[in-house]
């Protein structure tokens, strides 16, 4: 049965005749020299892709004698690709490609061309693409190159196999088999990754172990790291700011104590002998509890340049997070960060990145832009979001996140002026940085279809393919994955598409609608809990609903959190007037009787946002209904059984959202508006 572990790389035949015939016609042979693995891995994917989608064998040839050849080379590798002198390449870099139609020897052929044979792999799987998405291949004139340089996942895998905030299995590392057992699920993994031109993984836990730092580990990771290589994949590795202590012996971690210094100077070297291409660390610190330099009493970028020296020789980055923060009573969490490292501009090291949340609390529903984005002109910012869907329904939810994505990379900082969108500064063109950079937390396991929900795969789709492109559509990517994943019928294709790009205000709307957050159970982070209390948190600090109304007022007259916005911000979120209904209660306290836009008083508005959501869910449920002969059996039952579920949730989250707020509001459900008994 069709079990969504061939992700979008199914490759199922292309039935409709004419344009069968179409692409068999202009792809007939692979030409291409050389035999690096990336190189084989492209002709290997080709070759396995063209017999699924159009059951032809491609013979690899030395030269181009036929019409219908497929030329693949780099100049340098390839006489055939020299001699064509494509002007084309000089500005594709490492991994940019060209696709393109033309005549060699008089024979009609197809070239994938470029600088390097990574670039050939990628370009591999750009041609596949569009078999799969039933574009013609005739004519082509294709020239791509990532936008960003960095493209990498997060993984939050522990060496016990478990994820944190993984709702899809255990970990697909195996610790205990490798280094010597290599599961072939290690190359799918690489596979998939290229084919959406992903260039890096983090393998462990930023709540991490110092013994992913032992030589035993590493070895294990050079396995790994071994395995990716041909599809372009470098390894990093989380270094808990501790190790020299836990695992070196030494009695401090003090980034300027002269021991500690060479220590990691050692560990770094220690770690290219094994891991030659190693990409760096990943550094979660003196945040929610783990070591950092605070300890010692130095800074962060005191810390991060430590590490950044060590790694230097090597050109190796450290990818340093500024997701900090402390519980302190009348302190706005959704300032820290800013006020911590808004004041180190300029002072790290040119390999180091730092790395903050697309927000500024902690990847909620919706959230404004983190303010550092804009206000670190200096510092190479390497953007996280969360693919993980640990705000969002876990994987029983039927969330897209490409538009989550998309809104917070399009939202323009005003830091150089109008267009100083999020995707400018991470892309490092506002500033011109050397190094650029985008993380997200995968949403991988060892479940057979990698992420649980059918529909999860879409978010590592998408996360790879704007990490590649930030400008790019989510709707295009979404008839791209669509396509690839499921179906090319339009009759499917269209319907689900629609719902896919609605659905993550769907769940902001049955979640936390009008800029509400953190308001899930504050154990589990599933399930509403605007009432929830825990050992040093609680919920109703993040709504602070009252008899008067609700929301955190972070306006001047507030908290102030507005300031650390530009100006054209400022005053758009100052503004109870301007701001964006979709963040009013993020950036305001907000009378219940308050009329909105639409004419509805802020409870109405509330209530009605809630409702609208879980109805939004209900006909999801009936498109899904509708569309059972179009869809293989087994994923058809599971999103089925996932959308029924969903359902359920949405409604808990209504019920126990909206009579929780009525004890303040102390008003009656609109008209027409009955909580289930
Ligand atoms: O959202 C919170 C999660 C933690 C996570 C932390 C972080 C890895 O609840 O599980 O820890 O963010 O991003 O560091």
């Known amino acids: 049965a069709e079990n969504g572990y061939d992700l979008w790389l199914r490759y199922k035949p292309v039935h409709e005749t004419s344009l069968k015939n179409n692409y068999q016609s202009v792809i007939k042979q692979i030409s291409a020299s050389g035999n690096s693995a990336s190189l084989i891995a492209a002709i290997t994917e080709l070759q396995i892709g063209m017999k699924g989608l159009l059951n032809v064998s491609l013979p690899h040839v030395k030269t181009v004698n036929v019409n219908g050849t497929l030329l693949l080379g780099t100049p340098s590798t390839n006489a055939a690709i020299a001699r064509l002198n494509l002007a084309e390449l000089k500005d594709l870099g490492k991994e ?3 696709i393109k139609s033309l005549q060699i020897n008089r024979r009609s052929c197809t070239v994938i061309a470029s600088n390097t044979d990574i670039g050939l792999l990628y370009g591999s799987y750009h041609l596949l693409r569009l078999i799969q998405t039933r574009h013609s291949i005739q004519k082509l004139l294709i020239v791509e190159k990532p936008k960003i340089q960095l493209r990498v996942l997060n993984h939050w895998d522990n060496l016990n196999g478990t994820v944190e905030r993984g709702y899809a299995g255990s970990s697909l590392w195996d610790w ?11 190359t799918d993994y690489a596979r998939a990754n290229a084919s959406i031109g992903i260039n890096g993984t983090v393998i462990n836990n930023v709540n991490a172990s110092a013994k992913s730092l032992t030589k035993t580990y590493l070895l294990k990771a050079a396995a790994l ?29 003090d980034p300027l104590d002269p021991e500690v210094i060479k220590w990691w100077k050692l560990k770094v070297d220690e770690i290219y002998r094994y891991i030659p291409d190693f990409g760096g660390f990943l550094v979660k610190a003196n945040s929610e509890g783990q070591p950092g330099p605070q300890d010692y009493k130095r800074s962060h970028a005191e810390g991060a340049n430590m590490m950044a020296d060590a790694l230097a020789p090597h050109n190796g980055v450290v990818m340093w997070r500024a997701f900090v923060y402390e519980n302190i009573k009348g302190e706005d969490r959704a300032k820290q960060a800013y006020q911590e490292f808004k004041k180190f501009d300029g002072d790290f090291k040119s390999n180091v990145l730092l790395q903050p949340k697309n927000g ?19 510092t190479q910012l390497m953007l996280e979001f969360q693919i993980t869907q640990e705000y969002l329904g876990f ?30 500064i991470v892309e490092g063109k506002l500033e011109s940085h050397q190094i650029s950079g985008i993380a997200g937390v995968a949403n991988i396991g060892s479940d057979i279809n990698w992420t649980g929900h059918p529909f999860a795969q879409s978010n590592w789709y998408a996360f790879g393919r704007m990490a590649w492109n930030p400008e790019a559509s ?108 979709e963040l ?29 959501g879980v109805s939004a869910v209900e006909k999801m449920q009936n498109t899904w209904d509708g569309l059972k002969d179009k869809v293989d059996p087994l994923r058809f039952v599971q999103v089925k059984q996932l959308l029924a579920e969903q359902q359920r949730e949405a409604a808990w989250w209504r019920d126990g959202s909206v009579l929780y707020f009525q004890t303040y509001s102390k008003m009656p459900l609109p008209q027409g508006f009955k909580v289930p008994a």
């Open 395 to 424: 994987a029983t939810h039927l969330v897209y996140l490409a538009p989550m994505f998309k809104e917070t990379l399009s939202t323009d900082t005003y830091a150089k002026g109008k267009g100083s969108t999020i995707a400018k």
């Open 360 to 378: 500024p609390i902690d990847f909620q529903p919706r959230e404004p832009f983190h303010p550092l984005f804009g206000a670190m002109s200096k």
């Open 584 to 612: 009013l209660l993020w950036f305001h306290h907000v009378p219940w009787k308050y009329r909105m836009p639409t004419g509805k008083s802020l409870w109405e508005e509330l209530v009605y946002t809630y409702y609208s």
């Open 176 to 186: 205990q088999r490798l280094p010597g057992y290599l599961d072939p699920r290690y």
């Open 474 to 581: 989510p709707e295009t990517i979404a008839d791209d994955w669509l396509k690839m994943t499921f179906s090319t019928d339009p009759s499917f294709v269209v319907p689900v598409k629609e719902y896919m790009l609605a659905s993550r205000e769907h769940a902001v709307h049955y979640m936390m609608p009008l800029g509400l957050n953190h308001i899930m159970n504050l154990g589990t982070h599933y399930g509403p809990g605007p009432w929830d209390k825990i050992p040093g948190w609680n919920a109703h600090d993040y709504h602070l609903a009252d008899a008067e109304g609700l929301g955190v007022d972070r306006t001047d007259k507030g908290s102030n959190a507005v300031e650390q916005y530009f100006p054209e911000v400022r005053q758009k979120y100052n503004d109870i007037k301007s701001i964006p209904p």
């Open 225 to 253: 790291a071994d395995v990716f290589r041909p599809y372009g994949i470098k390894v990093y590795l989380t270094a808990r700011f501790s190790a020299p202590i836990e695992i070196g012996g030494l009695k401090t971690a």
């Open 96 to 98: 940019g490609y060209l």
